[in-house]
């Protein structure tokens, strides 16, 4: 199967299909008469120009960014270059993006830098310059190119000027904090519904902050869908931006109180179980209030941060697997509880609950997050309350 840029604008759920499906990408057959097909002629000066204007731009240091955020990043970019038909970008560098994205072939672009800086770094191996990941091994781009038979792109210095003016990788980085937002909010309403059953600790909010949440979750992909590639990035950036730090407070106020009812459960747990399970119990607790307080900071920081997509998304890059780790808790608190008061299935509504991974107070409790986090990340509650 296949994804076509068909020149409406990506929704999430595209997205969430392109990857998880693997589809390959297409772009339409260019139309002769459109900017974007002129083909041009570069001569070697003008060639020369264009590749050291990228090299002086590809600047960046620190960590890798995620293969996910490059494969974002290749359909965003590509999207942007085929609907606005920017002109004298050639069918062979679009041709070649789409290559590269259908063998698994990705550049390796650094984590810290500017946009236009990440960009270069991923339009270089293009040309043969610079560094690739494939098939889990890092290699030069030239080999690539060979391997696949591939001549190195000439490129024209307009060219290479309407490559890097986007924004792309801010938005590619947003876009995968939305998806994984996306991914969480079924374990955080159904666990609101439970702990509206279980808990004393203010119920009646929890599933009010569900439905703020949601409301706060639809306005940023609407804001995505309508404008992320909207010709005017500079106010499109700041809406974005803008619907994102609604939805990261949302969604603190809501894994607090998730905390809050955590904590309840696991000090429940204490006082009715034997050892070694309050040991572990005891060591959860602890691990609930920290990330409870760890959730504060980073609210300040989300609020002082908004309107600033690049700064905005270093505070996701922290705050999301701090969500997953407060989910996992809360879910594995309920878990227990099923266990230890030997509830039935359906007074907690999730068979899961009966999952064996998740009964093994015996494990250091890091071990148990970890494996909590990753039947979260694998499993959809099912039969919600």
């Known amino acids: 199967m296949a994804f076509t840029f068909s020149g409406t604008s990506l929704t999430l759920q595209n997205l969430e299909d392109i990857l998880q499906k693997h589809l390959l990408l297409e772009i339409p057959a260019i139309d002769s008469a459109a900017p974007s097909a002129v083909e041009v ?20 240091f620190g960590a ?9 990043a290749f359909i965003i970019h590509l999207q942007i270059l085929i609907n606005r038909s920017q002109p004298g970008i050639q069918p062979a560098t679009l041709n070649r993006l789409v290559s590269f994205f259908n063998r698994d072939i990705f550049p390796v672009v650094l984590q810290e830098g500017t946009s236009a800086a990440q960009l270069a770094q991923l339009i270089l191996p293009l040309a ?12 030069n781009a030239a080999d690539i190119l060979d391997i696949f038979s591939w001549e190195p792109l000439t490129l024209h210095p307009a060219e290479v000027t309407a490559l890097l003016q986007e924004q792309t990788f801010p938005l590619a980085q947003a876009t995968y904090h939305l998806l994984q937002t ?20 203010n119920p009646d909010e929890l599933e009010a902050q569900v439905t703020q949440l949601q409301n706060a979750f639809n306005k940023a992909q609407t804001f995505f869908e309508r404008d992320a590639q909207h010709t005017d ?24 109180s998730l905390a809050n009812c955590t904590a309840e459960t696991f000090e429940n747990l204490i006082s009715t179980s034997e050892p070694p399970a309050t040991t572990s119990f005891a060591q959860a607790l602890a691990l609930v209030n920290l990330l409870k307080h760890q959730s504060d900071q980073l609210q300040v920081y989300a609020a002082a941060t908004s309107h600033q997509l690049f700064l905005l998304n270093k505070t996701l890059e922290s705050f999301i697997p701090l969500t997953e780790q407060i989910v996992a808790l809360a879910f594995w608190s309920v878990s227990q509880v099923g266990k230890v008061f030997n509830l039935a299935a359906e007074n907690l ?21 970890d494996k909590t ?13």
């Open 349 to 369: 509504t999730l068979a899961a609950y009966y999952h064996s991974e998740l009964f093994v107070p015996k494990e250091m409790v890091i071990i148990q997050l």
């Open 41 to 60: 002629t570069i001569n070697a000066d003008q060639a020369v120009i264009a590749q050291d204007y990228l090299a002086v731009h590809a600047v960046g």
């Open 182 to 201: 996306k991914k969480l909010m079924p374990w955080v309403a159904y666990l609101a519904a439970v702990f509206t059953q279980i808990s004393s600790a």
């Open 373 to 385: 986090i990753t039947f979260i990340k694998t499993h959809l509650p099912t039969n919600q309350a």
């Open 233 to 256: 990035q500079t106010q499109n950036q700041q809406s974005l931006a803008s619907a994102l730090t609604d939805l990261a407070l949302q969604l603190q106020s809501n894994i607090v």
């Open 64 to 72: 890798e960014v995620p293969e996910e955020i490059i494969r974002l």
């Open 128 to 139: 043969g310059v610079g560094k690739v990941k494939y098939q889990g091994y890092e290699l």
